[in-house]
């Protein structure tokens, strides 16, 4: 009984450490994204994160072009050993497809059944006429910004 509470305990205690150390000092992940990935720097003594699109990588220097708006385009240059941190900025992952098939779905429905009133060849106008429409609804630009997401890429030991 002994032994299977330390190794419960050994698993406890020492997985995520290790998950931890593999996450945070994988310089290599850096060096891995693409050239233009939208990333966040952060520096030890910074006050502020810097955004930018990745330049070039190596051992030593990361190096990326700001993304500020209304500005003219910075290169920055940022020695590995002053990064507190590298954050990936990617979307969430919004449905906008999914979300215009399921509204022309609701727009065919409801257009079918209100042309299957007159008669079957008004159910199909109806519906085809529901579907472009709610659909084109659906895929108009949204005047919200799209949703990002931060993914930690490395911190610094």
């Known amino acids: 009984?002994?032994?299977?509470?330390?190794?419960?305990?050994?698993?406890?205690?020492i997985k995520p450490s290790l998950e931890a150390q593999s996450t945070r000092n994988n310089w290599a992940a850096v060096e891995q994204l693409p050239l233009g990935q939208r990333i966040e720097v952060i520096e030890q003594n910074g006050n502020y994160p810097a955004f930018c699109r990745i330049d070039?990588?190596?051992?030593?220097?990361?190096?990326?072009?700001?993304?500020?708006?209304?500005?003219?385009p910075e290169r920055m240059a940022f020695p590995v050993a002053n990064i507190a941190a590298v954050y990936s900025i990617e979307p969430s992952g919004r449905f906008d497809r999914i979300l215009a098939l399921i509204t022309a779905a609701i727009g065919a429905t409801m257009g079918g059944l209100e042309g299957a009133k007159d008669s079957p060849?008004?159910?199909?106008?109806?519906?085809?006429?529901?579907?472009?429409?709610?659909?084109?609804?659906?895929?108009?630009?949204?005047?919200?910004?799209?949703?990002?997401?931060?993914?930690?890429?490395?911190?610094?030991?």
């Open 121 to 157: 060849k008004g159910a199909t106008i109806g519906a085809t006429a529901g579907a472009l429409i709610f659909g084109s609804i659906a895929l108009q630009p949204s005047p919200i910004p799209p949703d990002i997401r931060r993914r930690l890429i490395y911190r610094a030991p």
């Open 1 to 13: 009984m002994t032994r299977i509470a330390s190794l419960l305990l050994l698993i406890v205690f």
């Open 56 to 72: 070039l990588t190596d051992d030593t220097t990361l190096s990326c072009i700001s993304s500020a708006p209304n500005s003219q």
